[in-house]
């Protein structure tokens, strides 16, 4: 079930320092949005906000609100790991279990909840998620192999298969196709466009065409300055940002002026 995402007034922190200050977005369910922006602008320390993965790092903390469908992922009692369950995330370079067979990687998040299911519901689900990744077909006959042994594009659909295994609300993703070529990033181009069928997929990219191409909204995020906060400057549909931005700031990043 896909869910929707809404910031309120959200600060993040690593340790002092405010890395992201004061971002309000609604994202709405079964959508795919795209956060685009300079380096060092917070893109993915808000990304990271969005499941609580950048808790990882000692001192990382939030101010102010997240709600997923309503409720609040950072309220009293609610479980971190619970959390990135239902906000699954996809990262910057495939990260296959290296050593695992295609199949054990797509059940890994099931293994690592601690699931029990028979063998046959075991195929099931890795058939599904192979399927939703696009990449059953180039799979079904060496599902018992590394996922090491796979193309980077395949290895990128493999991670994606293992985090749709969970049946995520959620799929965050950040900057999935720049260790890929061309051809494997149409590939997953492709897939983010069918993915929202489902879920809701929020994706960080510095490829402005890749924005503009699998996005239906936009929200381009600035900097005044080394040490100063990342803030959210302007959030729109994709087709406004890139052709009509309210702020000049937008116009001059998306037309290439800096960043
Ligand atoms: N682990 C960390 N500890 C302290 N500061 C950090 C950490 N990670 C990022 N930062 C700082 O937070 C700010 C935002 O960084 P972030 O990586 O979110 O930006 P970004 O827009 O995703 O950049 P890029 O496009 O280069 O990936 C930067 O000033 C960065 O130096």
Redesign the pocket.
Known sequence: MSKSIEARDLN?Y??D?L??EGVSISIASRSVTA?I????????????SLNRM?EV?P??RVKGKLLLDGDDIYGPGVDPVTVRTMVGMVFQRPNPFPTMSIRDNVLAGYKLNGARMSRSEADDVVERSLRGANLFNEVKDRLDKPGSGLSGGQQQRLCIARTIAVKPDVILM??PCSALDPISTLAVEDLISELKAEYTVVI?T?NMQQAARVSERTAF?N?AG??K??KLIEYDDTSTIFNNPKEKSTEDYVSGRFG
């Not at 922006?37 to 990271?48: E, I």
């Open positions: 993040v690593y340790g320092f890395a992201v956060f922006g300079p380096s060092g602008c917070g893109k993915t320390t808000f990304l990271r950048h790092l001192g990382a950040d900057e960080v510095h995020f900097i080394t040490g906060p990342g």
